[in-house]
């Protein structure tokens, strides 16, 4: 059974950094990309950070130049580097991940690990 497990979350200050790790327990094959998405209460899940296996990475504008993404194949663990954080950064953040096969892709999620970034 393929779980991802998050670590890393908490409460920090404006202005600090926060590093959130997570890491593909089970057998997975076919991956195609390993990331982490945010959500707040009453609204959609949105993208933060993604790193495909072939090493191209996307942001989104709001943490484009502030967070960074990366990836350790040998043990498949992504790690999220998050800094100059925000309140608006506040949010719980999921692991995902998906693979690419025969049957299409499939997703795989964290469940979550809250961030909170205090003014």
């Known amino acids: 059974q393929v779980r991802l497990v998050e670590s890393g979350g908490g409460l920090v200050q404006a202005g600090s950094s926060l590093t959130l790790s997570c890491t593909i327990s089970?057998?997975?094959?076919?991956?195609?990309?390993m990331g982490w998405h945010r959500q707040n209460p009453g609204k959609p899940r949105e993208l933060v950070a993604q790193?495909?296996?072939?090493?191209?990475?996307h942001y989104p504008d709001s943490v484009k130049g502030r967070f960074i993404i990366s990836r350790t194949e040998a043990n498949n663990t992504v790690h999220l580097q998050m800094n100059d954080l925000k309140p608006e950064d506040t949010a719980v953040y999921y692991c995902?991940?998906?693979?690419?096969?025969?049957?299409?892709?499939?997703?795989?999620w964290g469940r979550g690990t809250q961030v909170t970034v205090s003014s």
């Open positions: 995902h991940a998906d693979t690419y096969g025969k049957l299409g892709f499939r997703d795989y």
């Open positions: 089970g057998r997975i094959s076919d991956l195609n990309r």
């Open positions: 790193v495909f296996t072939t090493g191209e990475t």
